[in-house]
C-alpha cells in the first residue's frame, strides 16, 4: 500500500508484470475449477445431504425467504450487473475472440455478445459464492467448528485446523477481499462518476473520485455498524425492489420484442456452448483472460470472507434452499437482468442507431454507456437519476455485509450469539478497502479494476478447491458428519 503512494507508475508496473504471470500459468485452473464447483452444486442438491437443515433440527431462521434473497443478491454481484450490463456486450459486439469464426457488427456477434452475458454473470459465479458459503454454514452451525474461514477445511483434512493455520488462511484470505472489493468499489466509483458527469458536466478527476470513494466507503461502514438486521437487510430490501422497478421500466418501455428475442438467441447459445465456452475451448487465451478469467477471479477474491456472511444468515433453512437462494434464484434474475439490460445496448448499438454507444464506451469509458441507454427511455433524467441512486446503494449493500464478516474475523470471541466486530475495526478495513480501490482506479481505471481482480482471486483460488474437496468429503460419508439425518 506503501509502495502504492510513493510510486504510483512503478506499483501498477509491478502488479501488471504479476497478473500477466497467474494469467498464463493459471488461468486454466480457473476454467476448470469453476466449472467443478457448479456441477458440485448440481450433485448437493439432487443428494441426501439436501435435507439437512443448517443449524440443525430445531434451528429458527433469522431472515424470511425474501429477505434472504435481497441480501444474498446485493452482497454478491449487484454493483457488476450495474456497470457492465450495458457496456461488456458492445465489447463482444465489436470485437469478438479468434478462434470463433464470428465477424464482428453480425447478428452471430450479437449472440455471441448476450451468451457471454449469461455466462460471465449467471449460475458460474454464483456457484462460487455457494460452494464456499454452504460449507462454512455447515462447518460453524453444524459441525461446531470457530468462526475462521479454515473450519471450511474441517471435513476434507479431518480435524480442526490449528489456530496458527487457520489464521494464515484468514489473513490471506482477508487480502483477497480486499483486492476484489477494491476492484467492485472500483466499478461504483466509476458509475457515479459517469452519472455525475452525464447529469453535472462534472468530470471525473482524482479528487472527484477520491471524494466519491470517501462517501461510498462511509456508508457502507456505518450500515456495517449498526448490524444484520439494521442497515444491510433495510439497504438490501430497498435496493432489491430498485432493481426490479428498474428493470421492469426497461422491459416495458423499451423495445420489448427486440429484448425478448436477444434474449432467446442468446440463452440457446449459452445452453449450446456452455462446456467449452467455460473451459475456454477454441476462444482466444488473451481474450478470455482479459474476461472470463477476470470475472471467476473476481468472484473468487470475494468468495471466502462473503461466505462467512451468507453462511452465517442462513440459520434454520436447508441444503436445499441455501442453492435455491444463493444460486437458482439470484442466476435467474441476473439472466432477466442482462436479456434486458445487455439487450437494450445491442437493439441501440446494432439496429436502431439511435445512439453511438461504442464510441461513447471509446471516449468517455464503459460508466457513461448506461445512462446513453438511458437517455432512449421516457423520463430520461428520472430514471438516470434513480440509477445513479441505485449504483450508490448497491455497492454500500454489498460492501456493508463484508466488511462485517471481515471485521469479525479479525476479533476474538465471535460466536453465533455475539457476531459483530468492534466499531473501529470496522471503520479500519473499511478505509483500507477505500484507498485501494481510489489507487487502482484513479492511476489506471478500468485496467486497475482488471489487475486488483486476479489478483485477489488467485490465493482463494485454492482455497475454494479446497473447500469444495470438503463438501465432497460430506458427499461421500453423510452418516459419519450428520449422524442425526441417517440414523
Given at each position: 500500500?506503501?509502495?502504492?503512494?510513493?510510486?504510483?507508475?512503478?506499483?501498477?508496473?509491478?502488479?501488471?508484470?504479476?497478473?500477466?504471470?497467474?494469467?498464463?500459468?493459471f488461468g486454466w485452473l480457473f476454467s476448470a475449477g469453476t466449472l467443478f464447483f457448479l456441477l458440485l452444486c448440481i450433485w448437493i442438491y439432487c443428494s441426501p445431504l439436501a435435507k439437512i437443515k443448517i443449524g440443525g433440527k430445531h434451528a429458527v431462521p433469522v431472515l424470511t425467504r425474501w429477505e434472504w434473497f435481497s441480501i444474498t443478491l446485493c452482497t454478491t454481484i449487484a454493483i457488476g450487473i450495474l456497470f457492465w450490463a450495458t457496456a461488456e456486450p458492445l465489447y463482444h459486439y465489436h470485437?469478438?475472440?479468434?478462434?470463433?469464426?464470428?465477424?464482428?457488427?453480425?447478428?452471430?456477434?450479437?449472440?455471441?455478445a448476450m451468451s457471454t452475458m449469461l455466462l460471465h454473470w449467471t449460475f458460474t459465479p454464483y456457484s462460487i459464492y455457494t460452494v464456499a458459503g454452504l460449507m462454512f454454514a455447515l462447518a460453524y452451525y453444524n459441525l461446531k467448528q470457530p468462526f475462521s474461514l479454515g473450519a471450511m477445511l474441517y471435513p476434507l483434512l479431518g480435524r480442526p485446523v490449528s489456530a496458527r493455520w487457520s489464521g494464515v488462511i484468514?489473513?490471506?484470505c482477508l487480502y483477497s477481499l480486499v483486492a476484489g472489493m477494491a476492484a467492485s468499489l472500483g466499478a461504483g466509483i466509476l458509475t457515479v462518476s459517469g452519472g455525475l458527469h452525464q447529469f453535472f458536466g462534472i468530470s471525473g478527476t482524482p479528487l472527484l473520485l477520491f471524494g466519491i470513494t470517501v462517501l461510498i466507503v462511509g456508508s457502507f461502514v456505518l450500515s456495517a455498524i449498526t448490524g444484520l438486521l439494521n442497515g444491510i437487510r433495510i439497504l438490501s430490501n430497498i435496493n432489491t425492489y430498485a432493481f426490479f422497478v428498474l428493470a421492469v421500466f426497461v422491459l416495458v418501455f423499451g423495445p420489448t420484442r427486440h429484448l425478448l428475442q436477444f434474449g432467446w438467441e442468446g440463452t440457446v447459445d449459452y445452453v449450446t456452448t456452455f462446456f467449452?465456452?467455460?473451459?475456454?475451448?477454441?476462444?482466444?487465451?488473451?481474450?478470455?483472460?482479459?474476461?472470463t478469467i477476470f470475472y471467476w477471479a473476481n468472484w473468487l477474491a470475494w468468495t471466502p470472507v462473503t461466505a462467512l456472511f451468507l453462511g452465517r444468515v442462513a440459520i434454520g433453512y436447508t441444503v436445499r434452499d441455501f442453492i435455491q437462494y444463493n444460486l437458482i434464484l439470484p442466476s435467474i434474475f441476473s439472466a432477466v437482468w442482462m436479456m434486458i439490460f445487455s439487450g437494450d445496448a445491442l437493439y441501440i448499438d446494432a439496429v436502431s442507431h439511435t445512439a453511438n454507444l461504442y464510441t461513447s464506451l471509446q471516449n468517455s469509458g464503459p460508466e457513461s454507456v448506461i445512462y446513453r441507454v438511458l437517455d432512449q427511455l421516457p423520463l430520461a433524467q428520472i430514471t438516470g437519476l434513480s440509477f445513479l441512486a441505485t449504483a450508490f446503494l448497491s455497492y454500500v449493500a454489498g460492501a456493508d455485509a463484508n466488511t462485517s464478516a471481515m471485521s469479525s474475523l479479525c476479533t476474538h470471541g465471535i460466536?453465533?450469539?455475539?457476531?459483530?466486530?468492534?466499531?473501529?475495526?470496522?471503520?479500519a478495513w473499511g478505509s483500507l478497502v477505500g484507498l485501494v480501490a481510489w489507487?487502482?482506479?484513479?492511476?489506471?481505471?478500468?485496467?486497475?479494476?482488471?489487475?486488483?481482480?486476479?489478483?485477489?482471486?488467485?490465493?482463494?483460488?485454492?482455497?475454494?478447491?479446497?473447500?469444495?474437496?470438503?463438501?465432497?468429503?460430506?458427499?461421500?460419508?453423510p452418516k459419519h458428519f450428520f449422524p442425526?439425518?441417517?440414523e
Open positions: 500500500m506503501i509502495y502504492s503512494l510513493v510510486d504510483a507508475v512503478g506499483f501498477l508496473r509491478e502488479v501488471k508484470n504479476l497478473n500477466d504471470w497467474v494469467l498464463y500459468h470485437a469478438p475472440p479468434g478462434g470463433l469464426g464470428i465477424e464482428k457488427d453480425t447478428p452471430a456477434a450479437a449472440r455471441f484468514d489473513a490471506i467449452p465456452r467455460s473451459l475456454g475451448l477454441g476462444v482466444e487465451k488473451k481474450w478470455a483472460d482479459s474476461w460466536t453465533p450469539e455475539s457476531p459483530e466486530a468492534p466499531v473501529w475495526v470496522q471503520i489507487v487502482m482506479v484513479a492511476n489506471a481505471g478500468i485496467d486497475g479494476i482488471k489487475m486488483a481482480s486476479t489478483l485477489g482471486g488467485f490465493p482463494a483460488l485454492f482455497l475454494i478447491i479446497g473447500v469444495a474437496g470438503s463438501l465432497v468429503a460430506l458427499l461421500i460419508r442425526e439425518y441417517f
